[in-house]
T-cell receptor, first 123, second 113 residues
Framework: EPEVTQTPSHQVTQMGQEVILRCVPI?????FYWYRQILGQKVEFLVS????????KSEIFDDQFSVERPDGSNFTLKIRSTKLEDSAMYFC?????????????????????FGPGTRLTVL | DAKTTQPPSMDCAEGRAANLPCNHS???????VYWYRQIHSQGPQYIIH???NNETNEMASLIITEDRKSSTLILPHATLRDTAVYYC??????????????FGKGTLLTVNP
């Protein structure tokens, strides 16, 4: 079964450094997402990406963050100058479509498939 | 997206059905009910979603009340591997600026041997 993959699984960096988190979405998916989860807290949406542009972003996704799809398979999240509070688990997700127009059951067009996450530790 | 209310935790015996409730009394007519789960430290996993009809797939069943103000996720024969946090998410169809999943605190389901 196809799955979303993420690298690295764990990244340790010094405050102020730039980090790039990498994701390979499922190959026929068109919508891509980043979420994060600070330890013990909720999963929070960061950004969604479709057709080579950001389609929605949260307040967390400020100028320190950027996303890119540099080729046909990778989707990256860059944090320009990391802060201590950026320490979190970062999840990439992808979906075939973004819509919720079909009913449930075996339909697989709308749901987001998540990767295993990258644990980012900022020291 | 409508707000949801779930109990913070539930227990279930292995092999028995687990019934996880969710209240979404402010749901709008075009909003879907999605269920995801997160096994410790892993990425969220899609389970099922529905609009107004009951739905079943290989993982679970989703029962939505007629007034759509609440729903129940049913895991028919819970196993130890079903121990996870279960999230009920109400979400409008995509379009405009609506792409994200909004996760709450969910219900921690513990399946006991």
């Amino acid at each position: 079964e196809p799955e979303v993959t993420q690298t690295p699984s764990h990244q340790v960096t010094q405050m102020g450094q730039e980090v790039i988190l990498r994701c390979v979405p499922i190959s026929n998916h068109l919508y891509f997402y980043w979420y994060r989860q600070i330890l013990g807290q909720k999963v929070e949406f960061l950004v969604s990406f479709y057709n080579n542009e950001i389609s929605e972003k949260s307040e967390i996704f400020d100028d320190q963050f950027s996303v890119e799809r540099p080729d046909g398979s990778n989707f990256t999240l860059k944090i320009r100058s990391t802060k201590l509070e950026d320490s979190a688990m970062y999840f990439c997700a992808s979906s075939k479509r973004g819509g919720g127009r079909t009913s449930g059951g075996s339909s697989s067009y709308n749901e987001q498939f998540f990767g295993p996450g990258t644990r980012l530790t900022v020291l | 997206d409508a707000k949801t209310t779930q109990p913070p935790s539930m227990d279930c015996a292995e092999g028995r059905a687990a019934n996880l409730p969710c209240n979404h009394s402010t749901i709008s007519g075009n909003e879907y009910v999605y269920w995801y789960r997160q096994i410790h430290s892993q990425g969220p996993q899609y389970i099922i979603h529905g609009l107004k009809n009951n739905e079943t797939n290989e993982m679970a069943s989703l029962i939505i009340t007629e007034d759509r103000k609440s729903s129940t996720l049913i895991l028919p024969h819970a196993t130890l591997r079903d121990t996870a946090v279960y999230y009920c998410i109400v979400r409008a169809p995509m379009g405009g600026s609506n792409y994200k999943l909004t996760f709450g605190k969910g219900t921690l389901l513990t399946v006991n041997p």
